[in-house]
């Protein structure tokens, strides 16, 4: 399964979905479903996101087998 802190992050910088959508080029929805375990974001998105809260993908995403 795959953890996020991208809720933890946007919180961090008082951030709403639809910023962070549009700083990394996607729906809000599918940022809402990132942050709730619903969806696997793609190599490029995950590097986009890290890029926008300066740090490493494996900071914002970890994965624990279930």
Known sequence: MLKTRIKE???ARSMDQA???ELVGVRRETIGRLENGQYNPSLKLAM???KVFGLTVEEIFSFTEE
């Open 19 to 21: 910023q962070l959508a």
């Open 9 to 11: 992050l946007r919180a």
């Open 48 to 50: 986009d996101i890290a």
